[in-house]
């Protein structure tokens, strides 16, 4: 069985909290305030868009300190989720984008798992994460 360090398990876990509470603005309920469902959903975009460009950072670091060679490809990989977390931020569907490069981020850490060695509870955690943040950002995408 892999266990996720806690400190990591918690912090990254905590970091679906923000989109969890977009997804409850994104439902307009009564009950709360438009400007503020509004707010949710809009801070939950940007913070998933701010988490993909993390990523985004992992993998560069993981390219730069645990890759034996500099490889022009793999860098230029790991540049791309933050890139399209901004072109998915000035576009209508960015949800859906989003979501997208939260699978395309992964696919991307599985095919350099080739060559770099990942930490042993890495992808555990990345599986659980993408799928939720997944999940939250395609139906956040259908109310928005």
């Known amino acids: 069985m892999i266990n996720i360090p806690s400190e990591?398990?918690?912090l990254s876990y905590a970091g679906i909290?923000?989109?969890?509470?977009g997804l409850i603005g994104s439902f307009e309920f009564n009950f709360i305030n438009d400007s503020i469902n509004i707010w949710f959903t809009n801070f939950a975009i940007l913070f998933?868009?701010?988490i993909l460009s993390f990523l985004g950072g992992?993998?560069?670091i993981f390219h730069i300190i645990l890759n034996s060679k500099f490889n022009k490809k793999d860098i230029f990989l790991s540049m791309m989720p933050s890139i399209w977390a901004a072109i998915s931020l000035q576009l209508p569907m960015?949800?859906?984008?989003?979501?997208i490069g939260f699978l395309g981020t992964l696919e991307i850490e599985?095919?350099?798992?080739?060559?770099?060695?990942?930490p042993y509870w890495w992808f555990k955690m990345r599986f659980r994460l993408t799928t939720a943040m997944v999940i939250l950002l395609l139906i956040m995408g259908l109310n928005v």
Do not use: E, M, N
């Open 8 to 10: 990591v398990k918690y």
């Open 17 to 21: 909290v923000p989109i969890f509470f």
């Open 48 to 50: 998933s868009a701010l």
């Open 58 to 60: 992992c993998l560069y």
């Open 94 to 99: 960015s949800c859906f984008l989003l979501a």
């Open 110 to 118: 599985r095919k350099i798992s080739k060559t770099i060695k990942f």
